[in-house]
């Protein structure tokens, strides 16, 4: 009896020990096993892991990691945005990670694995986490719907599954069993279905964010239904939710504070009171892009029961009515005002209210008019976006702008303001970072002589009337300046510029003279230059360093010579070089991996076309028409996709940051993207300017007005996605391919002008999007097509061909209908009978007349 107590009293003796084992160490083994098998997913998918993990016993020290101080058993994981790549790894889209790596941590009240890109596929690894509170996978990848599983996790007060990529429906998964849910975020996933009736109803729901999925129906709330007294945040925004929403369902949501239903096109929304006053204050209310009740600016009952508003967005909503000046007036709190692309009529000078709590105003695409208030700086001293663009505002533009020292943003283009710009505008406002003044009768000296543009990063005068030169010492932060359109000359001096970070210039249609210069050469971060529709002659310079372009026009001036060490030619995706005088075969054009845009047309340059062009994979336009071009054309063109599968997702040059840093979590921000001038292609006879969509837009091949020989390439007809092309004015020889029948997208063919014989492929009426066809003046024969888009051709299509026919096809033979050239047809026999017979009887006709007819006798007698 004594040994088996003394073997019990060890076993004891040995259970404590482990206990205090466990309990010095500072985590349990199983849960630090667990946390290396995280640390060993990260490291497998190339991302370095924190450098306290692994070092120590104690886990409760690692990084992210917090225990019980009693128990030392984990209860939050604060994984967020752990992923970090190895320098050098190959990015991948997502990681693969399987939750059940999880469910040794028994205790765990909080789980935060957002912004590390991972891929999960489902939440089984979590069913065992029943004291789980809080839950945040955003900003991952999950694969699949949301499981049911998820409802047995009823202790969960917060699940934030935003930013995935979830699919399929609510219903049917058990929510309304998380009675303890305040917040649930689902934005920016692709959910789908009808929202659950059951969610608006849970008890302590106060947080609900479905926005930016593909919900449809009807929002399940009714006069009758009762939300959650409890909500105060409901994001339903970038759906395609229909019906109607009044905001008299929500009368019993006494804490409400936000309601964004912006971007439902399709959702009535209904402001009327019907009798009742809302005790509830909202803070920020977004109904922009909504089929929204239009009483809300004229007759604004329910806007002006709320006093505590911060942010307003009714923009987008076809609004009409005269400005609402009292929005300006009446709400002391409001921060965020937009009001852009509505149809508001009326003034800003009638705003009387000074000194406002307005941050942001924007009130562009409207139809107000009137001047600018001369006291602007008194009535908004906080404001931080300015945009009133795209309206009929005129007079000057007033001084006291300067004085608004929080200004960041100020737009006010396409309006029709007159006199000059305050120079104080590029000197004295120390926030001020995008200054947009484009489309208007501005004039005076360009940039008013200011030269140290230290605060402003975006300055837009282009389409004015300014005047002079530019200053030889420019200075400052400056990332975007567009001067184009304006009446600026003289020659352009760089070499003193100190712009550092200058990405994008644009001096385009202006009256700027002489040499282009090395000084330019210095603007080492330059990604768009546009000097086009000037006078420049002589050489491009020959930068030591190339420049990082990647947008170049210097079309309509006088350049010749042509050193490729100007730009970087692994960088160019535009390259506008038409229309001056530049010498030199096209060789260099084999190097240009990026280019999308090609335009050499209206120069002298020679030799022939080189199947090192074939390399040119991205390449949606090209144009080296009017030149002296000779030769054949590779037939290998016809493996150039001219299909840019990234055309979408190109941008051009923008300035860093968020111009609005945000109000209470909110994104403000300010899209200031450059829209630059364009670029010019003929197609269907006509130029055509294209800007930053032209990827979706055009694709075309324009070899016109050269000297190529030889037999068009079958392998032209493998083009399927261009949409223009134009072969006239050359010397191609033989027949027209049939294999043209494959350019399904083709809008304009031009082949006239050549040598081309043989007849016109009767395939090519399968052309359905063919709106222009000339063959014009070549030695084609045979019939004229009649059916589809050939029948809307007239005669000048294809005049110039002697031996083409009109034809029309029957059970019985061809039938001779005319000609479409200029010399008649003299083959039928029949006609050489009718015209002798003809001319004989006319003959002895006249002399019966002239000798037997008294009248013809004394006609002979007075001659």
Avoid at 202 to 231: A, H, R, T, V
Wanted: proline share 4%.
């Amino acid at each position: 009896m004594g040994c088996y107590l003394s073997w019990g009293c060890w076993l004891l003796v040995l259970c404590v020990v482990h206990t205090m084992f466990l309990s010095s160490s500072g985590c349990f083994v199983d849960e630090r096993v667990a946390l290396m098998d995280i640390s060993s997913w990260f490291m497998s998918s190339k991302s370095k892991v924190p450098s306290s993990w692994g070092h120590g016993d104690d886990c409760c020290l690692w990084e992210g990691i917090t225990c019980d101080n009693s128990t030392r058993q984990i209860l939050r994981l604060d994984l967020s945005s752990m992923y970090q790549s190895i320098r050098g790894a190959i990015e991948v889209p997502c990681w693969n990670l399987n939750l059940t790596i999880f469910s040794s941590f028994r205790e765990l009240q909080l789980l935060d694995f957002s912004r590390n890109y991972a891929c999960f596929e489902d939440f089984g690894g979590l069913q065992g986490l029943s004291k789980l509170r809080y839950l945040n996978l955003s900003d991952n990848t999950f694969i699949g719907s949301i499981p049911g599983s998820v409802s047995r996790l009823v202790s969960l007060e917060v699940i934030n599954l935003s930013g995935n990529n979830i699919s399929g429906t609510l219903q049917n998964i058990g929510l309304k069993n998380l009675q303890n849910l305040r917040e649930l975020h689902l934005g920016s996933n692709q959910l789908s279905g009808s929202l659950p009736a059951s969610l608006f109803s849970l008890p302590c729901l106060e947080y609900l964010d479905l926005s930016e999925n593909l919900f449809q129906g009807q929002i399940p709330i009714n006069s009758s239904w009762k939300c959650s007294s409890m909500l105060q945040t409901m994001r339903l925004s970038e759906n395609m939710l229909s019906g109607i929403f009044d905001f008299f369902w929500l009368r019993n949501c006494t804490k409400l504070k936000e309601i964004d239903l912006s971007r439902n096109t399709d959702l009535a929304v209904q402001v009327k009171l019907h009798g009742w006053v809302p005790n509830f204050e909202l803070e920020r209310l977004m109904l922009s892009w909504c089929n929204l009740d239009k009483s809300i600016i004229a007759e604004p009952h329910f806007l002006r029961t709320q006093h505590h508003l911060q942010v307003i967005d009714l923009s987008n909503s076809n609004l009409p009515g005269n400005m609402p000046n009292w929005l300006f007036t009446n709400e002391a709190a409001l921060v965020y005002l937009d009001l852009s692309n509505n149809s508001l009529i009326g003034s800003l000078d009638l705003i009387l209210q000074h000194k406002t709590n307005l941050q942001m105003v924007n009130v562009s695409l409207n139809h107000i008019e009137g001047q600018l208030p001369a006291n602007i700086s008194s009535m908004f001293p906080k404001l931080r976006i300015f945009d009133i663009s795209h309206n009929m505002i005129s007079g000057f533009v007033p001084s006291s702008l300067c004085n608004i020292r929080s200004i960041e943003v100020m737009d006010l283009s396409n309006n029709m303001f007159t006199g000059e710009v305050p120079s104080c505008l590029f000197t004295d406002c120390s926030a001020l970072t995008v200054l947009k003044v484009s489309n208007n009768s501005l004039g005076g000296m360009i940039l008013d002589g200011a030269s140290n543009l230290s605060f402003v990063w975006e300055i837009y005068l282009d389409n004015n009337q300014f005047h002079g030169t530019l200053p030889r010492n420019l200075s400052g932060n400056v990332y975007i300046m567009d001067l184009h359109g304006n009446k600026m000359s003289g020659e352009l001096d760089t070499s003193l510029w100190n712009l550092p970070l200058l990405e994008a210039l644009s001096l385009a249609r202006n009256d700027l003279t002489g040499d282009i210069g090395p000084g330019i050469c210095t603007l080492t971060s330059l990604l768009l230059l546009d000097l086009s529709d000037n006078y420049f002659t002589g050489r491009i310079p020959n930068c030591n360093a190339p420049l990082p372009l990647e947008f170049l026009s210097l079309s309509r001036n006088s350049l010749s010579g042509f050193p490729s060490a100007f730009f970087n030619s692994s960088y160019i995706t535009v390259l506008d070089l038409s229309h001056n005088q530049f010498t030199c075969t096209i060789e260099w054009t084999q190097y240009l991996y990026q280019i999308k845009v090609l335009l050499l047309s209206g120069n002298k340059f020679e030799g022939q076309i080189s199947s090192n062009l074939c390399h040119l994979q991205h390449l949606s336009i090209i144009d080296i028409s009017h030149n002296i071009i000779s030769g054949p054309v590779p037939p290998c063109i016809g493996v150039i996709p001219f299909e840019d599968p990234d055309a979408n997702l190109y941008s051009w040059p923008t300035t860093p940051g968020n111009f609005f840093g945000g109000f209470d979590g909110m994104d403000f921000s300010y899209n200031s993207h450059y829209d630059l001038q364009g670029f010019t292609f003929t197609t269907k006879g006509n130029p055509y300017i294209y800007g930053r969509n032209f990827f979706m837009l055009m694709s075309g091949i324009d070899l016109s007005a050269n000297m190529l020989s030889g037999e068009i390439p079958q392998e032209i007809g493998n083009l399927s996605h261009i949409k223009s092309l134009n072969l006239s004015n050359n010397f191609f020889t033989g027949s027209i391919p049939a294999t043209f029948a494959n350019l399904s997208q083709i809008e304009s063919l031009d082949l006239s002008e050549n040598r081309l014989n043989g007849s016109i492929p009767r395939q090519l009426t399968r052309l359905s999007s063919l709106g222009v066809f000339s063959v014009a003046f070549n030695n084609l024969s045979g019939c004229l097509l009649d059916s589809g888009q050939f029948a809307s051709f007239g005669m000048d299509s294809y005049k110039g061909n002697d031996n083409l026919r009109s034809c029309t096809s029957s059970s019985g033979p061809v039938v001779w209908n005319g000609t479409v050239g200029n010399v008649a047809d003299d083959s039928d026999p029949i006609l050489y009978v009718v015209t002798a017979v003809s001319f004989v009887l006319a003959f002895w006709a006249t002399v019966t007349f002239v000798f037997c007819h008294s009248f013809g006798k004394r006609i002979i007698l007075n001659l």
